[in-house]
């Protein structure tokens, strides 16, 4: 099966608690994106990278990190969780090239932080 | 800066009835133009693109959308909703050259009703 797959669906920590969210894609793309989707559905980029490299990094707190080790992985770090950073964590990929390219989702890591 | 607004932030309507959610974008070129839909506890999906050509684009489950450059708009239509597409839509914009770095906007919750 072809999708771009997150792990885990659901994860509940406390305030000052490092977490680590894995993202994987099989569709064979070169980009892979990390959008964060607030409790009013709200969408933001977060980060962006292509081939392993970093594209698109807009301005998110430092505690935040994404990590690529290949193109088909995309994984996000947050250091030192805080209460505002309770949230609906989507993971995409895409290929750069085109004009008007898809943008292809996981299901989302919901984030609750205590 | 660019900017996307669906002014609608909840739609009901009844089971077999034509829907219309609206979509207004702010930018001083035409941009690449997309709808994506959400469903519950799930990643968002792509129903249809716009970057030129035929200004109404046809997408999957017979929805369409109309692109108006006198009115900065990009409406999606439905001539007959089904329970099933109960869902959040996002409409989205890119711009040329920006890395796919889509911005969304704020999401308009359907409702279908039997």
């Known amino acids: 099966e072809t999708a771009v797959f997150q792990t885990p669906n659901y994860h509940v920590t406390q305030v000052g608690n490092e977490v680590s969210f894995n993202c994987k894609q099989t569709?064979?793309?070169?980009?892979m994106y990390w959008y964060k989707q607030d409790s009013k559905k709200l969408l933001k980029i977060m980060f962006s990278?292509?081939?392993?490299?970093?594209?698109v990094n807009e301005t998110v707190p430092r505690r935040f990190s994404p990590q690529s080790s290949d193109k088909a992985h995309l994984n996000l770090r947050i250091k030192s969780v805080e209460p505002e950073d309770s949230a609906v964590y989507l993971c995409a990929s895409s290929s750069l090239g085109g004009s008007a390219e898809t943008l292809y989702f996981g299901s989302g890591t919901r984030l609750t932080v205590l | 800066a660019q900017s996307v607004t669906q002014p609608d932030a909840r739609v009901t309507v009844s089971e077999g009835a034509s829907l219309q959610l609206r979509c207004k974008y702010s930018?001083?070129?035409?941009?690449?133009l997309f709808w994506y839909v959400q469903y519950p506890r799930q990643g968002l999906q792509l129903l249809l693109k716009y970057y030129s050509g035929d200004p109404v684009v046809q997408g999957v489950n017979s929805f369409e959308a109309e692109f108006s450059k006198s009115n900065s708009s990009f409406h999606l239509q439905k001539a007959s909703v089904h329970w099933s597409d109960s869902a959040v839509y996002f409409c989205a914009l890119r711009l040329s050259g920006s890395f796919n770095k889509l911005t969304f906007g704020a999401g308009t919750r359907l409702a279908v009703c039997p």
């Open positions: 569709l064979g793309h070169d980009t």
């Open positions: 930018y001083s070129a035409t941009p690449y």
């Open positions: 990278y292509n081939n392993k490299q970093l594209i």
